[in-house]
């Protein structure tokens, strides 16, 4: 039984390229939420996501991000025209209904490491 | 909005002792907290999640207690071992999300 998968693990990108972020949540689940973790920082909410919809982007930047969740295949996390101060971890997890009111648990993937140069 | 504390940042202990790690939130309207450990480089790892109408939980050697009126979680974690050694994070769940403490980066000396 597969957790949840992330990849890649390790990311390199110069200034102002693109990074896609993908995330496989756990089999059944069907809720993902990306975290973001910077250095000497907690994790800092960005996006909560169910097949084909966003549910809660209150925590992504409102220009260069961006999250979906198809019918098939991974979450992808986007971040257009990177920038030094996104270098972080980024974290997914997934659940198999909704945190409120079924007290689901949250299962992390072991996140990307996203390294802007 | 949420704010979730952990205390100490840091704690070192000799193997076999009972330690207890604590967060504290401010907000008290909370479906459920929830307790992981975090490997260097890792992702993280549920230990425990204990909901709003619970005082605890057990799972082995680790026991989580909730007392939401005051705000407060521990994790009590008896005879610790060398592989205990992990920052162990407290989060807490008022609806759509789960807002993180930055953790207690606990070291079990052997």
């Known amino acids: 039984n597969a957790g949840v998968m992330q990849n890649p693990r390790h990311l390199v990108r110069r200034r102002g390229q693109e990074a896609r972020l993908r995330c496989s949540p756990m089999k059944g689940h069907s809720h993902v939420y990306w975290y973001r973790q910077l250095p000497e920082e907690g994790l800092k909410f960005m996006v909560y996501l169910q097949k084909e919809n966003i549910i809660d982007e209150s925590g992504m930047p409102k220009e260069r991000f961006s999250a979906e969740f198809p019918k098939e295949g991974p979450s992808i996390l986007r971040i257009q025209q990177v920038v030094r101060g996104d270098s972080a971890a980024y974290f997914c997890?997934?659940?198999?209904?909704?945190?409120?009111?079924?007290?689901?648990?949250?299962?992390f993937g072991n996140g990307t490491r996203l390294t802007v140069t | 909005k949420q704010e979730v504390t952990q205390i100490p940042a840091a704690l070192s202990v000799p193997e076999g002792e009972n330690l207890v790690l604590n967060c504290s939130f401010t907000d008290s309207a909370i479906y459920n907290l929830q307790w992981f450990r975090q490997d260097p480089g890792k992702g993280l790892t549920s230990l425990l999640l204990?909901?709003?109408?619970?005082r605890e939980q057990t799972s082995g050697r680790l026991n989580a207690s909730l007392d939401k009126s005051s705000g407060r979680s521990t994790l009590y974690i008896a005879a610790s071992q060398p592989g205990d050694s992990a920052t162990y994070l407290c989060?807490?769940?008022?609806?759509?999300?789960?807002?993180f403490g930055t953790g207690t980066s606990l070291t079990v000396i052997p």
């Open positions: 997890a997934s659940s198999t209904r909704s945190m409120v009111p079924n007290n689901s648990p949250l299962h």
């Open positions: 204990i909901q709003s109408s619970q």
């Open positions: 989060a807490v769940n008022p609806g759509n999300q789960f807002y």
